[in-house]
Nanobody, 123 residues
Framework: QVQLVESGGGLVQPGGSLRLSCAAS????????IGWFRQAPGKERQFIAA????????YYTDSVKGRFTISRDNAKNTVYLQMNSLKPEDTAVYYC????????????????WGQGTQVTVSS
Protein backbone atom coordinates (compact mmCIF):
# COMPACT_ATOMS: atom_id res chain seq x y z
CA GLN A 1 0.00 0.00 0.00
CA VAL A 2 1.52 3.26 -1.17
CA GLN A 3 1.40 6.17 1.24
CA LEU A 4 2.62 9.73 0.86
CA VAL A 5 2.53 11.89 3.97
CA GLU A 6 3.18 15.63 3.85
CA SER A 7 4.28 17.64 6.86
CA GLY A 8 5.80 21.01 7.69
CA GLY A 9 2.96 23.34 6.81
CA GLY A 10 1.79 26.15 9.05
CA LEU A 11 1.31 29.88 9.44
CA VAL A 12 4.19 32.13 8.41
CA GLN A 13 4.59 35.86 7.87
CA PRO A 14 5.28 37.27 4.40
CA GLY A 15 8.97 36.94 3.60
CA GLY A 16 9.31 33.94 5.86
CA SER A 17 10.30 30.36 5.12
CA LEU A 18 8.93 26.86 5.55
CA ARG A 19 10.22 23.44 4.63
CA LEU A 20 7.70 20.84 3.61
CA SER A 21 8.44 17.13 3.71
CA CYS A 22 6.85 14.27 1.80
CA ALA A 23 7.54 10.85 3.29
CA ALA A 24 6.79 7.89 1.06
CA SER A 25 6.26 4.21 1.80
CA UNK A 26 5.09 1.15 -0.09
CA UNK A 27 6.90 1.92 -3.34
CA UNK A 28 10.35 1.64 -4.87
CA UNK A 29 11.08 5.24 -4.10
CA UNK A 30 13.98 5.86 -6.45
CA UNK A 31 11.85 4.74 -9.40
CA UNK A 32 9.32 7.50 -8.83
CA UNK A 33 9.37 11.13 -9.74
CA ILE A 34 7.80 13.31 -7.07
CA GLY A 35 5.85 16.47 -7.72
CA TRP A 36 4.59 19.19 -5.43
CA PHE A 37 1.26 20.85 -6.17
CA ARG A 38 -0.89 23.36 -4.36
CA GLN A 39 -4.55 24.24 -4.31
CA ALA A 40 -6.02 27.47 -3.03
CA PRO A 41 -9.74 27.74 -2.16
CA GLY A 42 -11.85 27.94 -5.28
CA LYS A 43 -8.91 27.30 -7.59
CA GLU A 44 -7.60 24.34 -9.52
CA ARG A 45 -4.68 22.29 -8.27
CA GLN A 46 -1.49 23.88 -9.55
CA PHE A 47 1.91 22.37 -10.30
CA ILE A 48 4.80 23.80 -8.25
CA ALA A 49 7.89 21.68 -8.67
CA ALA A 50 9.05 18.17 -9.49
CA UNK A 51 12.15 16.04 -9.23
CA UNK A 52 13.11 12.78 -10.89
CA UNK A 53 13.79 9.55 -9.03
CA UNK A 54 17.53 10.01 -9.30
CA UNK A 55 17.30 13.57 -8.03
CA UNK A 56 18.44 15.10 -11.29
CA UNK A 57 17.63 18.55 -12.61
CA UNK A 58 14.37 19.69 -10.98
CA TYR A 59 11.56 21.55 -12.68
CA TYR A 60 9.68 24.57 -11.31
CA THR A 61 6.75 26.65 -12.30
CA ASP A 62 7.75 30.24 -13.04
CA SER A 63 6.01 31.75 -10.01
CA VAL A 64 8.28 29.92 -7.55
CA LYS A 65 11.61 29.89 -9.40
CA GLY A 66 14.33 31.36 -7.23
CA ARG A 67 12.21 31.06 -4.08
CA PHE A 68 11.41 27.34 -3.78
CA THR A 69 13.84 24.42 -3.90
CA ILE A 70 12.85 20.78 -4.29
CA SER A 71 15.22 18.03 -3.18
CA ARG A 72 15.08 14.39 -2.21
CA ASP A 73 16.84 11.94 0.08
CA ASN A 74 16.32 8.46 -1.34
CA ALA A 75 17.86 6.88 1.75
CA LYS A 76 14.98 8.37 3.78
CA ASN A 77 12.27 7.98 1.11
CA THR A 78 11.59 11.67 1.52
CA VAL A 79 11.24 14.69 -0.75
CA TYR A 80 11.52 18.24 0.55
CA LEU A 81 10.23 21.58 -0.62
CA GLN A 82 12.14 24.50 0.84
CA MET A 83 10.04 27.64 0.47
CA ASN A 84 11.66 31.03 1.00
CA SER A 85 10.43 34.60 0.54
CA LEU A 86 6.87 33.44 0.98
CA LYS A 87 4.05 35.64 -0.25
CA PRO A 88 0.36 35.76 0.69
CA GLU A 89 -0.46 34.33 -2.74
CA ASP A 90 1.47 31.17 -1.77
CA THR A 91 -1.31 30.35 0.69
CA ALA A 92 -2.80 26.97 -0.24
CA VAL A 93 -2.95 23.31 0.64
CA TYR A 94 0.26 21.72 -0.61
CA TYR A 95 0.26 18.16 -1.93
CA CYS A 96 3.01 15.80 -2.98
CA UNK A 97 2.42 13.17 -5.63
CA UNK A 98 4.33 10.27 -7.18
CA UNK A 99 4.56 8.89 -10.69
CA UNK A 100 6.88 6.37 -12.28
CA UNK A 101 10.06 7.57 -13.91
CA UNK A 102 9.71 10.94 -15.65
CA UNK A 103 8.11 13.89 -13.90
CA UNK A 104 5.21 15.87 -15.29
CA UNK A 105 3.39 19.11 -14.51
CA UNK A 106 0.01 17.49 -15.19
CA UNK A 107 -2.12 16.54 -12.20
CA UNK A 108 -3.61 13.57 -14.04
CA UNK A 109 -0.17 12.07 -14.72
CA UNK A 110 0.44 11.23 -11.06
CA UNK A 111 -0.58 7.89 -9.57
CA UNK A 112 -0.38 8.54 -5.85
CA TRP A 113 -1.18 11.57 -3.70
CA GLY A 114 -0.73 12.65 -0.12
CA GLN A 115 -3.44 14.19 2.02
CA GLY A 116 -1.99 17.70 1.86
CA THR A 117 -0.62 20.20 4.34
CA GLN A 118 -1.90 23.75 4.82
CA VAL A 119 0.43 26.68 4.24
CA THR A 120 -0.85 30.11 5.25
CA VAL A 121 1.18 33.25 4.57
CA SER A 122 -0.23 36.17 6.49
CA SER A 123 0.80 38.98 8.78
Amino acid sequence: QVQLVESGGGLVQPGGSLRLSCAASGLTFESYAIGWFRQAPGKERQFIAAISGSGGIPYYTDSVKGRFTISRDNAKNTVYLQMNSLKPEDTAVYYCAAKLHIYSHYVAAYDYWGQGTQVTVSS
